[in-house]
C-alpha cells in the first residue's frame, strides 16, 4: 500500500505503533506446534500460523513438554500421551493486561470421529451465563479463536496422513485467573480467568492522540481521493459489512475504533456527503446512550436504557425488566428479537441522532448499521 493511500492498514502505519498477537494467535501457534509434536515427537520452533487475513507470523515456543501418563481410563477419553507448547503473549505496543502472559495448550489423542474438543485449563474461564457467543458451560474460547486452531489441526493431520485431527486441546495461561481480575470477566460471568479472543490475531495498538491523529488523517486521505461516502468502522467485522453492503473502496474506510467523537467532530470540520457508521451492537448502543469514547473502560453498556428503547419498540413491563437486567447488550438483543421488538433498529436511529447532533448541522447525511459478532446485520437506521 503507497503511503498516500488511506484505510485501517494506512492508519496503523501512520501512528507509528507496533501491532501484536491476540490470545487467539498465541494459543493457535501453541497448538499447532503441540499437535505436530504429538505426531513426530518434535516442536517446530518457532512455528509459523496463517492469520484469518492471510498475514503468516512465526511465534518462538517458550515451553515444549512430551509425556506420557498411560492409557485412558475408559472409552472415548484421552490417551495418557500429551504434548504441551506456550507462547508468550506479546501485544506490541498496546497497553493490553495480557502482554506477557504465557498461552499454554496441551494436546491429547482422541478416538477417531472426535474432532476438536475445547478445555479450559488453569488461567482460563468458564462461561457461567448467557448472552455471549458461547454456551454456559463452555470454555471461554471464542469462535474465531477456536476455528483457528481447527482449520490449523486439520493441516497438520493432512501433512502426516490423516483425514482430521481428533484431539483434545485444554488451554492455559498462566496466571491467567488473576491476571482476569482487572478485565470485565467476571462481570459477564466469564469465571476462572481469561478468554481467547481475537478475530483477526493482531492486536491494533491503541494510543488516544496517535489514533486520532490517523482517523483525521484517514478523512483527509478519502476526501482528497474525491470520495463522497466514508464508513467509520469499529473493527474488521464492521469493516467487512460496510463493503458488503456498499463496496466502498479501501481509502473511504476509517478505522474508528472506540472514537465515535473524532470521527464525527473532524468530519462536522471536513464534511463528506455521507457516512456510515457500523459496528457491534453493544458498542454503537453506548453511542446512541449519548457517549463517544466506546472503550469499555470509559463508557459501559446501559441496559436501563436498551429497557427504554425497548418499551419505546412495543416491549411490555415484563419484557423491559429483563432487558434492563440482562447480563450483555446481546442478551437483552436477543430477549428482544424474540419477542418481536426491533431493538436493533432502534440502537441505530438512536446512534444515526446523537451523531446528527455531535455534526451541528453539518452536511453530512449518516446512517448507521448494528452487526453482532458474525458480521450479521442486526439493526441498521434510515439515512438521515
Known amino acids: 500500500m503507497s503511503e498516500a493511500s488511506g484505510g485501517r492498514s494506512a492508519q496503523l502505519k501512520h501512528t507509528g505503533l507496533r501491532p501484536g498477537w491476540t490470545t487467539g494467535a498465541c494459543a493457535t501457534a501453541a497448538a499447532t506446534a503441540a499437535y505436530t509434536a504429538l505426531l513426530t515427537g518434535d516442536f517446530p520452533d518457532p512455528v509459523t500460523i496463517t492469520l484469518p487475513k492471510g498475514q503468516t507470523p512465526a511465534f518462538a515456543l517458550a515451553v515444549e513438554e512430551l509425556a506420557d501418563d498411560g492409557p485412558g481410563e475408559a472409552p472415548g477419553e484421552p490417551s495418557g500421551r500429551r504434548a504441551t507448547a506456550g507462547v508468550v503473549k506479546d501485544a506490541g505496543d498496546d497497553p493490553d493486561v495480557t502482554h506477557g502472559a504465557l498461552v499454554r495448550v496441551t494436546v491429547r489423542a482422541l478416538p477417531p470421529g472426535s474432532g476438536v474438543v475445547f478445555k479450559a485449563g488453569p488461567g482460563v474461564g468458564t462461561v457461567t451465563r448467557p448472552g455471549l457467543p458461547l454456551d454456559v458451560g463452555e470454555p471461554a474460547i471464542n469462535p474465531v479463536p477456536r476455528q483457528m486452531m481447527r482449520d490449523h489441526l486439520a493441516q497438520v493431520a493432512a501433512r502426516h496422513g490423516s483425514s482430521e485431527a481428533d484431539v483434545e486441546l485444554t488451554v492455559s495461561v498462566d496466571h491467567g485467573e488473576e491476571i482476569a481480575r482487572s478485565t470485565w470477566n467476571p462481570r459477564l460471568g466469564i469465571l476462572g480467568g481469561l478468554s481467547i479472543l481475537g478475530t483477526t490475531g493482531i492486536v491494533v495498538p ?107 419498540g412495543g416491549a411490555d413491563e415484563a419484557l423491559a425488566a429483563e432487558v434492563a437486567a440482562a447480563n450483555t447488550g446481546l442478551a437483552a438483543l436477543q430477549l428482544c428479537a424474540a419477542a418481536g421488538v426491533p431493538l436493533g433498529d432502534l440502537v441505530a436511529a438512536t446512534a444515526r441522532d446523537q451523531a446528527l447532533e455531535v455534526l451541528r448541522g453539518a452536511p453530512v447525511a449518516v446512517d448507521v448499521i448494528c452487526i453482532d459478532r458474525a458480521g450479521n446485520v442486526v439493526g441498521r437506521s434510515t439515512v438521515r
Open 206 to 312: 491503541y494510543s488516544c492522540s496517535a489514533w486520532i491523529d490517523s482517523i483525521r488523517r484517514g478523512v483527509d486521505v478519502a476526501r482528497a481521493a474525491g470520495r463522497t461516502h466514508v464508513a467509520g468502522c469499529t473493527g474488521s467485522t464492521s469493516e467487512k459489512t460496510v463493503v458488503a453492503e456498499y463496496g466502498l473502496p479501501e481509502d473511504a474506510l476509517l478505522d474508528m475504533g472506540d472514537f465515535a467523537g473524532a470521527v464525527l467532530k473532524y468530519i462536522r470540520r471536513h464534511p463528506v456527503e455521507r457516512l456510515t457508521i457500523c459496528g457491534g451492537f453493544a458498542k454503537l448502543s453506548k453511542l446512541a446512550a449519548g457517549h463517544l469514547d466506546l472503550h469499555s473502560a470509559r463508557s459501559q453498556v446501559d441496559k436501563g436504557f436498551l429497557a427504554g428503547l425497548a418499551r419505546q
